[in-house]
């Protein structure tokens, strides 16, 4: 899942660094969106998770949408998600979504969603068939899947990943020694496979990583170097802001010149392209990932 950038009153008691300050949102295309949004009553990501990027990225005709409704089988620590038994899923999803696109006018779509653990498929007929109708109502719309980990159920992979998409994208979230405690059902080789699979099978491959838990600069670097090993092409690297009080606190607030060191170190481990700094998220200049 996406992070949500929303800082807790503990964290809020420090002095929040000037580098993680955000611009209002403003421009003609984003007024747009807007407008589509809230007329049509439209789900994004970028709105619920009150991303720090959502006027630069509707503005360049980019927006995220999450499917498979809003209740994850998973406790990340890190996520805002509710947790629990999803109710059953909408099959007349996909069209809705297509049709949200569509009507936006979206550019570059990202999709991701809740992990649904108790289906067989792991939602994958449902992410099939939003990218296929999708593709069919706007053919121009570029898109980019940020798909949840599907536990080895490769061939649910394989039916996620094969509607047309441009971009698939699982993220890491963190680096190896902090997965018990980020992501505790969920095991850090097991998402490295899901990329290298997903590369071998033809798809351009992303991933995105939170710092500021406790991570240590060797452990950032022995995980670029995994992921560079295991076929990922796009990296991007942000600030990690704690949600609410129940969740996982900000170990430090990374400056802006180790994200830039940590860009330099990305590329020269042989990731094609990596986007780094305090206020990235997964979807962050995702338009820009299509052609890498």
């Avoid at 550019?107 to 007929?125: F, M, W, Y």
């Avoid at 069919?136 to 980990?149: F, G, Q, Y």
Wanted: overall charge neutral.
């Amino acid at each position: 899942m996406i992070e949500l950038p929303v800082i807790s009153e503990e964290t809020a008691k420090r002095k929040k660094p000037d580098w993680l300050r955000v611009k209002l949102p403003v421009g003609k295309e984003y007024a747009k969106v807007r407008k589509l949004v809230d007329e049509h009553k439209l789900h994004t990501i970028c709105e619920s998770g009150n991303c720090p990027n959502m006027g630069e990225c509707w503005g360049a005709g980019t927006a995220t949408f999450m499917i498979l409704g809003n209740v994850c089988t998973r406790s990340c620590s890190f996520c805002a998600v509710a947790t629990g038994r999803p109710p059953e899923y909408d099959t007349d999803e996909p069209r809705r979504v297509a049709e949200a696109i569509k009507l936006m006018g979206v550019k570059h779509a990202v999709i991701t969603s809740v992990n649904r653990d108790e289906l067989r498929d792991r939602g994958a007929e449902i992410w099939y068939q939003t990218v296929v109708l999708t593709k069919e109502m706007s053919p121009i719309t570029t898109i980019e899947t940020l798909i949840p980990d599907v536990k080895a159920n490769w061939d649910a992979l394989y039916r996620m990943i094969s509607g047309g998409q441009e971009v698939v994208s699982h993220n890491m979230e963190t680096v190896e020694s902090l997965y018990r405690r980020v992501r505790p059902q969920a095991k850090y080789s097991r998402s490295l496979e899901q990329i290298k699979l997903t590369k071998e099978y033809g798809k351009r491959t992303k991933t995105g990583i939170m710092l500021g838990l406790g991570e240590t600069k060797d452990e950032v670097y022995k995980a670029m170097d995994d992921l560079a090993a295991h076929g990922c092409d796009i990296l991007t690297l942000g600030q990690y802001l704690q949600p609410t009080k129940m969740h996982i606190e900000v170990a430090e607030f990374i400056h802006p010149d180790l994200f830039a060191h940590y860009k330099e170190e990305g590329l020269k481990r042989g990731i094609k392209y990596v986007e780094s700094g305090p206020l990235v998220r997964s979807s962050y200049h995702a338009e820009r990932h299509v052609n890498v």
